[in-house]
């Protein structure tokens, strides 16, 4: 099969032929259709967080089952499904208290992965390794896909939508009448802020360096839009809110500034919560006598505390209903040939989510 193989951080990827493992005891083999560009590859293909080379990345996928291993039950060849990184046992402490995206069990695919060039191994990266024509994952990390759901639209609901809406509605359980700011409007924010509307928000506040992204925030139901550059940007958010600040401030991006610019937005009792991971060795500071002094909350969220086999089905009824925008999350489609373009575009931060398209 073709795959774009990273070989060395920071430069471009390349097409290469790569084999792929049969599937194992509780695995399915997918014939990838659709792998969206997260920032999350991004960090990993410039090294942001070390690993080993060389690696296949991508894990934001949705495609048809090719072939399944001994005891998979609920996928036959043929299906459509979401294919996403959350990889989960259903047994170990953390995932009997409902947080899949815990689990602490290691899986076979966690010590070998199935991806060769000859006698080459290549690291599966993000349990996924979908920036390839296939992508062996275990039975735990996919989910059916609606016949009426494309596979574009469908890779999305893989890790963008979900952990941007589901930090909203999983992590911090935003309810009726909160206030709400996201700092960064990309595919994770821009979900952040629809989750908030939903949700039931009375104000949303998207917070972003891109004039454009801002205006666009306020048709996935921002009641407000703030240049994040600017030198009184906490002080709009306090406008916005009666003076209080954010009863949840949202960082959806990676960056020190970002994360340290919450708390001047933040509401006595409130929340922050970071979304956005940036790269390894990067420290914050807080001054923890006003954490204390306003009962103030700090929660992490990973890949939006979701639990896929119902989330993902949830937010498919959504975009049936039209309540949640999938289809506008889009900026292009590229096949596997223009990978590169297709990340040099996210780089630069003036799109939201390109999608790499297998025939």
Wanted: aromatic share 6%; hydrophobic share 45%.
């Amino acid at each position: 099969m073709k795959a774009a193989v990273c070989r060395t951080f920071g430069a471009p990827l390349s097409i290469e032929d790569v084999s792929i493992a049969a599937p194992g005891e509780g695995e399915v083999r997918i014939d990838i259709k659709a792998c969206a560009i997260c920032h999350s590859d991004l960090t990993y293909i410039d090294g942001g967080w070390g690993g080993d080379l060389p690696a296949v990345f991508g894990h934001e996928a949705a495609g048809i089952v090719e072939s399944v291993g001994a005891g998979v039950q609920d996928f036959k060849a043929g299906d459509r499904v979401v294919v996403t990184l959350i990889r989960s046992c259903g047994t170990c402490h953390c995932c009997a208290q409902g947080a899949q995206v815990a689990c602490e069990t290691s899986f076979p695919l966690d010590a070998q992965s199935p991806l060769s060039i000859g006698s080459e191994t290549l690291m599966h990266g993000l349990r996924t390794g979908a920036f390839a024509q296939q992508a062996l994952v275990h039975q735990s990390q996919i989910v059916k896909l609606d016949d009426d759901v494309g596979f574009d639209v469908g890779s999305l609901l893989a890790c963008g939508v979900i952990t941007g809406f589901g930090a909203v509605a999983n992590t911090a359980a935003v309810h009726v009448g909160s206030t709400v700011a996201v700092i960064g409007l990309g595919g994770v924010g821009m979900n952040c802020v629809q989750g908030a509307a939903i949700a039931g928000a009375s104000t949303v506040i998207g917070l972003d360096i891109a004039a454009d992204k801002m205006v666009l925030a306020k048709d996935f139901g921002a009641t407000h839009a703030v240049d994040a550059n600017a030198a009184d940007a906490a002080e709009q958010v306090r406008a916005a809110t009666k003076g209080r600040g954010a009863d949840y401030v949202f960082i959806s991006v990676g960056l020190k500034r970002a994360i340290e610019s919450a708390p001047a937005m933040l509401a006595p009792t409130g929340s922050m919560v970071i979304v956005g991971m940036p790269p390894t060795g990067v420290l914050t500071e807080f001054d923890p006598g006003d954490l204390a002094s306003y009962s103030q909350k700090i929660l992490g969220s990973k890949m939006g505390s979701s639990r896929i086999r119902v989330d993902i089905p949830y937010l498919m009824s959504l975009y049936r209903d039209g309540r949640l925008k999938l289809d506008e999350l889009i900026s292009g489609r590229y096949p596997l040939e223009q990978i590169n373009e297709a990340v040099a575009g996210v780089k630069r931060g003036d799109v939201m989510r390109n999608v790499v398209m297998f025939e």
